[in-house]
């Protein structure tokens, strides 16, 4: 037999390490060890509460028809990233909707509202879909009306009204702030006719940017700065209209109702709406881009050395120089969110910046890629076109944000509840960009 005396000491030792576990343990998770969360049970099924499921019949897909916005040209995830207006439009609408399209040109956006699914439909293709990034009251379609030919609607949600209906070129976004819209066309003969309508009333009277600004450069050969120099489908767009040189690696950026950024090779201009027509504020030589929602980004090369950065205010504004030996940024991507100067992220977890140091692991992501594999192998057996959209597995469109997540299984979407995990608390708190 073990002596009492012995077995009294063992079991003081045992809870003295007992509570020197509990007492160090979050200072451990601080000084390198694994957090509490870092060590729990892989999330599961049971992880994920089913706030809604959407049965999608044969032919019917969570895919856009013609999509092309006109500065995104490598492919975009079809689950998108964090579902802000910057990104190209995503099929997963926030955490309300999801938008459809179907055989013989049928299309839908069905939406969650009031515990049941609302649906929205149109008897043609759709190329574009977004909610207001605001309030989600507007709902912003471009459909597919034929070779070359597409109408974007401005809805109002939950009644389905269309505020407004004019032609357009294969996309659509909103500002920033959500108070605008932008849309436009590629020319055939080159350069993008651009025009911004307001949120909550009929297209007035279209106007034509003349790029006349005193002591600015006149516009580039060729540029239509005139109605009488549009082309027959330049003519039929609405809005107040801007002309501008267009080519592969131009980019734009519309961070507020009345400001408008294009990027073009080396060369970059700012815009600002006066009296419902676009005029220049500003011109600059330089490669731009953006730091959405924080900053416009600018780098000039000068012929020896490094390249010379500076930000700007994205309404405009003196620009700010960045010191020499600050980290270089990451390659522009819509993907990225950037909290501060300082400090951003992407939904697929790449981050850049000291500011990013609190920023729990993304592990959800592929947590619902394995919950829901079984429901996706079962749909591949039953229909054969569900390994010709989803080759490798479910389709899962995260909305951190809302904690809420979006999948489709191939016969279902499905919306789900995010367990609330410490980086969850972290996005609500931190990552909300408006």
Do not use: C
């Amino acid at each position: 037999m073990i002596p009492k005396r012995y077995l009294i000491a063992t079991l003081f030792i045992a809870a003295m390490l007992l509570i020197m576990a509990v007492v160090r343990g979050p200072e451990a998770a601080r000084t390198g060890g694994r957090s509490p969360e870092s060590v729990a049970a892989p999330l599961g099924l049971e992880s994920f509460e089913r706030i809604a499921e959407l049965k999608v019949q044969e032919g019917w897909a969570p895919r856009f028809q013609g999509a092309l916005d006109p500065d995104q040209w490598e492919a975009w995830p079809y689950g998108g990233g964090f579902g802000t207006p910057w990104e190209p439009a995503s099929a997963y609408l926030g955490d309300q909707g999801v938008a459809l399209n179907g055989p013989k040109g049928q299309s839908e956006v069905a939406l969650w509202k009031g515990l049941e699914w609302r649906h929205y439909r149109f008897d043609a293709p759709i190329a574009s879909a977004r909610l207001d990034p605001d309030k989600g009251t507007r709902l912003l379609v471009t459909l597919v009306l034929g070779a070359d030919r597409f109408r974007t609607q401005l809805l109002e949600i939950p009644e389905g009204r269309v505020i407004w209906s004019v032609e357009s070129g294969p996309w659509s976004r909103f500002s920033w702030d959500g108070e605008s819209v932008l849309l436009g066309r590629l020319r055939p003969e080159g350069g993008l006719l651009l025009a911004s309508l307001p949120m909550d009333e009929e297209p007035l009277e279209p106007t034509l940017a003349p790029w006349d600004e005193k002591g600015l450069p006149a516009a580039p050969k060729g540029l239509a700065t005139k109605e009488e120099q549009l082309w027959d489908a330049g003519r039929d767009i609405s809005g107040f209209r801007l002309m501008v040189p267009w080519g592969p690696e131009a980019r734009l950026w519309f961070p507020r109702k009345d400001r408008l950024w294009i990027s073009e090779k080396d060369r970059w201009s700012s815009w600002k709406l006066e009296d419902r027509v676009w005029r220049r504020m500003e011109v600059g030589e330089g490669r731009l881009s953006a730091l959405p929602p924080v900053a416009m980004a600018r780098t000039i090369k000068p012929r020896t050395g490094a390249g010379l950065r500076s930000t700007a205010p994205v309404e405009g504004g003196a620009w700010s120089e960045v010191p020499a030996d600050s980290k270089a940024w990451p390659d522009y991507d819509p993907a990225w969110t950037w909290l501060s100067l300082e400090g951003g992220h992407t939904s697929w977890d790449l981050r850049w910046g000291k500011d990013m140091d609190g920023l729990p692991q993304e592990r959800q992501r592929a947590a619902l890629d394995r919950a829901f594999r079984s429901d996706w192998r079962t749909a591949s057996r039953l229909r054969a076109s569900v390994r010709g959209w989803l080759k490798e597995g479910p389709e899962v469109a995260l909305r951190e944000v809302q904690g809420a997540a979006w999948i489709w299984t191939g016969d279902r979407v499905l919306l789900v509840r995010l367990p609330p995990l410490e980086r969850m608390r972290w996005m609500r708190k931190h990552g909300r960009w408006k």
